[in-house]
């Protein structure tokens, strides 16, 4: 029997409406000194998408 839907593993991805780069919650943001595992939700209020400078409220759920 396998387990499913555990870990950070499960947390969906978010695209840049504006350059395309995908923030993987299970990589994090490692450049910003976003640790592996952090959701989407929980990330700072000002993280901003390191390829472009984009705001949080420019990303969609992938």
Do not use: N
């Not at 870990?7 to 969906?12: D, L």
């Not at 995908?22 to 390829?51: H, M, N, R």
């Not at 400078?53 to 759920?61: N, P, S």
């Amino acid at each position: 029997m396998t387990l499913v839907g555990t870990g950070a593993s499960e947390s969906p991805k978010y695209r840049c409406t504006v350059c395309g780069y995908e923030y993987d919650p299970a990589v994090g943001d490692p450049s910003q000194g976003i640790q592996p595992g952090t959701p989407f939700d929980e990330l700072p209020a000002d993280w901003k998408c390191p390829q472009c400078g984009a705001a949080k409220d420019r990303f969609v759920r992938s």
